[in-house]
């Protein structure tokens, strides 16, 4: 199979190309939890594009970017427990 360099210029557009592109991104296992953090929120985002562009696999794509979504917010209460981010201030 050949893929043409510029398949996914602009970002991938189904599924297997989001899966593709956040499997060559993925941080190394010994990352710091803030490149995880990073990852993650970049996933879910990603995922939540692909529920838009690749109707055939819209709710498969809505799970993966909910599962990225509850890795993040995993990842940041650790960091907060760790004393590492200050907790958000409640705007009014």
Excluded: F
Excluded at 19 to 24: D, M, N, S, T, W
């Amino acid at each position: 199979m050949t893929i043409k360099k510029d398949a996914n210029r602009g970002g991938p557009q189904t599924l297997m190309q989001a899966h593709e592109e956040l499997v060559r991104i993925r941080p190394c296992p010994k990352a710091s939890l803030p490149v995880w953090l990073s990852y993650y929120r970049r996933s879910a985002e990603v995922y939540q594009k692909i529920a838009k562009s690749d109707p055939t696999h819209e709710g498969e794509a809505q799970y993966w970017a909910q599962r990225e979504r509850a890795r993040a917010e995993s990842i940041t209460a650790r960091i907060r427990a760790h004393g590492l981010v200050p907790k958000q201030r409640e705007r009014r």
